[in-house]
């Protein structure tokens, strides 16, 4: 339930958050994107924050409570104070701890398991992906009728109440002790410097690096395909909600399919190539001329989405050894970095309406992000892991 809850608190919201800035409220794709990557910067140093902080804490609940108390506050400032000051403020200054929940979620979740039945982690991990993404698959349609017919600001009102739902389930578990965990700290060699606890080798660095360009890309994708298909392609806010709706149905089983490769081939593999997937579909897309030749397209975008958004949780957490939350917490760095990219990358290339081209750039920034995801990490492309025994 918490997991559909998180989905829903990004689902309802993301496909219509340029609409609302933009279209309804006003602001200028540049007022827009700096808006958005003040919000990013903020959020990379709270993010780490909680995950240093989240390895030291005796109750890691605490903090996904605390977060989505701030979710409730900031998407509930916009419903009931629709105004671009009321945008910047819930965006700019109290998103970047709210949206540290999702984080803070799954960190937890793999403490919980690794400390319970280790064995189950990894598959536990991806599972409650799956959850979160079927939170994707019913909400973008309803919330695109509900945009239509009522108030696009409703969506932000279901995402309140989403992060209300996440607080009162956390705030339940709280009251069980057994769901209470934590991992014992990593111990230093001796001799060895306190940083070498939170050291990353150069591959793993290369690859989160690929994973912020390439993340970046979707980013930027999702920044405009919205106003792409309302201006572009002729379509409406439905069409928005059945394009985010169709792109996670075919996510679901893909992400399962990706769950079994992962015992085949490295995760660098699989995340190189979602790269070149994603380039793949923006690159065709920026060339349609009709919303009904995008949804056939979908398929590829489920494909490189679903990698980027589940083989990422499990490779990025393995980055510190013995620092889950840390580890954890360099997700939501990757995707605020990600974020900062994609809206700075909107400001500058939807400033002047061509969406077209912005999508053409997305492309071939998802390339690049894949390149260097590749080449940081040539050694581990393609390799067979050992059969489990």
């Given at each position: 339930?918490?997991?559909?809850?998180?989905?829903?608190?990004?689902?309802?919201?993301?496909?219509?958050?340029?609409?609302?800035?933009?279209?309804?409220?006003?602001?200028?794709?540049?007022?827009?994107?700096t808006?958005?990557?003040?919000?990013?910067?903020?959020?990379?140093?709270?993010s780490?924050?909680l995950?240093?902080?989240?390895?030291?804490?005796?109750?890691?609940?605490?903090?996904?409570?605390?977060?989505?108390?701030?979710?409730?506050?900031?998407?509930?400032l916009?419903?009931?104070?629709?105004?671009?000051?009321g945008?910047?403020?819930?965006?700019?200054?109290i998103?970047?701890?709210?949206?540290a929940?999702?984080?803070?979620?799954?960190?937890?979740?793999?403490?919980?398991?690794?400390?319970?039945?280790p064995?189950?982690?990894?598959?536990?991990?991806?599972?409650?992906?799956?959850?979160?993404?079927l939170?994707?698959?019913?909400?973008?349609?309803?919330?695109?009728?509900?945009?239509?017919?009522?108030?696009?600001?409703?969506?932000?009102?279901?995402s309140?109440?989403?992060?209300?739902?996440?607080a009162?389930?956390?705030?339940?578990?709280?009251?069980?002790?057994?769901?209470?965990?934590?991992?014992p700290?990593?111990?230093?060699?001796?001799?060895?410097?306190?940083?070498?606890?939170?050291?990353?080798?150069?591959g793993?660095?290369?690859g989160?690096?690929?994973?912020?360009?390439?993340?970046?890309?979707?980013?930027?994708?999702?920044?405009t395909?919205?106003?792409?298909?309302?201006?572009?392609?002729g379509g409406?806010?439905?069409?928005v909600?059945?394009?985010?709706?169709i792109?996670?149905?075919?996510?679901?089983p893909?992400?399962?399919?990706?769950?079994?490769?992962?015992?085949?081939?490295?995760?660098?593999?699989?995340?190189?190539?979602?790269?070149?997937?994603?380039?793949?579909?923006i690159?065709?897309?920026?060339?349609?001329?009709?919303?009904?030749?995008?949804?056939?397209?979908?398929?590829?975008?489920?494909?490189g989405?679903?990698?980027?958004?589940?083989?990422n949780?499990?490779?990025?957490?393995?980055a510190?050894?013995?620092?889950?939350?840390?580890?954890?917490?360099?997700?939501?760095?990757?995707?605020i970095?990600?974020?900062?990219?994609?809206?700075a990358?909107?400001?500058?290339?939807a400033?002047?309406?061509d969406?077209?081209?912005?999508?053409?750039?997305a492309?071939?920034?998802?390339v690049?992000?894949?390149?260097?995801?590749?080449?940081?990490?040539v050694?581990?492309?393609?390799?067979?892991?050992?059969?489990?025994?």
């Amino acid at each position: 339930m918490n997991m559909f809850f998180s989905g829903v608190t990004y689902a309802a919201t993301i496909p219509s958050a340029s609409l609302v800035g933009v279209d309804i409220l006003g602001l200028t794709p540049a007022w827009f994107a700096t808006i958005m990557a003040a919000g990013s910067i903020l959020g990379t140093f709270v993010s780490l924050g909680l995950g240093y902080l989240s390895d030291k804490l005796r109750d890691r609940r605490l903090l996904v409570l605390i977060t989505a108390l701030a979710g409730i506050f900031a998407h509930g400032l916009i419903y009931l104070w629709p105004t671009q000051a009321g945008f910047t403020i819930a965006m700019a200054g109290i998103m970047p701890l709210a949206g540290a929940c999702y984080g803070q979620c799954f960190g937890y979740v793999r403490v919980y398991y690794l400390t319970h039945q280790p064995q189950r982690a990894d598959f536990m991990v991806t599972a409650l992906r799956t959850v979160f993404t079927l939170a994707w698959i019913v909400v973008p349609p309803v919330a695109g009728w509900l945009a239509a017919t009522f108030s696009i600001f409703d969506v932000f009102l279901a995402s309140s109440l989403s992060y209300a739902g996440i607080a009162a389930i956390f705030a339940l578990l709280i009251r069980d002790r057994a769901t209470a965990v934590q991992m014992p700290a990593p111990v230093r060699a001796e001799g060895a410097s306190w940083l070498s606890v939170f050291a990353l080798q150069p591959g793993i660095l290369a690859g989160l690096a690929g994973l912020v360009v390439m993340t970046g890309a979707m980013r930027l994708l999702t920044l405009t395909i919205a106003l792409f298909i309302v201006t572009d392609l002729g379509g409406s806010l439905t069409d928005v909600g059945l394009y985010a709706g169709i792109t996670a149905a075919t996510e679901a089983p893909l992400m399962l399919l990706l769950a079994y490769l992962t015992t085949r081939v490295s995760k660098e593999t699989l995340l190189a190539g979602a790269g070149l997937v994603m380039a793949l579909f923006i690159g065709l897309a920026s060339m349609l001329s009709n919303v009904a030749e995008l949804f056939w397209l979908l398929a590829l975008n489920g494909l490189g989405t679903a990698a980027l958004m589940s083989v990422n949780i499990a490779y990025v957490q393995d980055a510190i050894k013995g620092r889950v939350g840390l580890s954890t917490s360099l997700m939501d760095v990757v995707a605020i970095a990600a974020n900062l990219l994609g809206a700075a990358a909107f400001g500058v290339l939807a400033a002047g309406g061509d969406y077209r081209f912005a999508l053409m750039v997305a492309a071939g920034i998802s390339v690049l992000g894949a390149a260097i995801m590749a080449l940081g990490n040539v050694s581990r492309l393609g390799v067979l892991k050992k059969a489990a025994a």
